[in-house]
């Protein structure tokens, strides 16, 4: 079983669409939560980081449920420059991070 | 301010050569990570510098994968003699030192990595 999972998709949405993905982790003790966005042959970049109590940046609210070992992320109002893959990144402890293999999202006109 | 380079951005070999790419940190940034995607995986942990120290290099493959730090500043990777499951994009990422807490890793636009 992969550290972390996530569903590779893809996503196609159209415009306007709110999209949600998930992502699943095995280690219990990980303390550290975030998405990470990468564009085609580009590298990553932080999207934002996830916290117990859920946060919510613009159109982008990150959730954890510590119980399940699941985090999630939620798009509202997609725009075409939100097409790009989102990975789950879980940092297990010390400064070790573990990347899920990433879910890809289009969001079309 | 210049983010986190890397240099060669692409480099193709044969099987048995040695290849050295090499990163930059942003300045100032005391950790310095590699990373390496193999294509149709997920990125993978190689290891972790704090300035010139090694702090976790669990995730490198096997002793013909070499990291050094000298001084601190800008790292390389070698890899000798190379492999064709090797070829990858090798990323490298910095972030500040702060304590034991989790600092947002800045990544380098990575080295894609072919081996014939």
């Known amino acids: 079983r992969k550290e972390v999972e996530q569903d590779p998709g893809p996503f196609n949405v159209p415009e306007g669409a709110t999209v949600a993905f998930n992502c699943t982790y095995s280690n219990s003790a990980s303390q550290s939560f975030f998405w990470y966005r990468q564009d085609c042959r580009k590298e990553p970049k932080l999207l934002m980081s996830?916290?117990?109590s859920g946060n919510e940046d613009g159109r982008f609210t990150a959730q954890l449920n510590r119980a399940s070992q699941y985090i999630s992320l939620l798009i509202r109002d997609s725009k075409l420059s939100d097409s790009a893959t989102y990975l789950c990144?879980?940092?297990?402890?010390?400064?070790?991070?573990?990347f899920g293999a990433g879910t890809r999202l289009f969001v079309k006109a | 301010e210049a983010g986190v380079t890397q240099f060669p951005s692409h480099s193709v070999i044969e099987k048995g050569q040695t290849v050295t790419l090499r990163c930059d940190p942003i300045?100032?940034?005391?950790?310095l990570y590699w990373y390496r995607r193999v294509m149709g995986k997920e990125i993978k942990f190689l290891l972790h510098?704090?300035?010139?120290?090694?702090?976790?290099e669990s995730g490198m493959p096997n002793n013909r994968f070499l990291a050094e730090r000298t001084g601190g500043t800008y790292s390389t990777l070698k890899v000798q003699p190379a492999e064709l499951e090797d070829s990858g994009v090798y990323f490298c990422?910095?972030?500040?030192?702060?304590?034991?807490?989790?600092?947002?890793?800045?990544f380098g636009p990575g080295t894609r990595l072919t081996v014939l």
């Open positions: 990144v879980v940092n297990a402890g010390g400064f070790k991070t573990i």
């Open positions: 300045s100032g940034h005391d950790n």
């Open positions: 510098f704090v300035k010139e120290s090694k702090q976790d």
């Open positions: 996830v916290y117990s």
């Open positions: 990422a910095s972030s500040q030192l702060q304590g034991k807490s989790y600092n947002e890793q800045f």
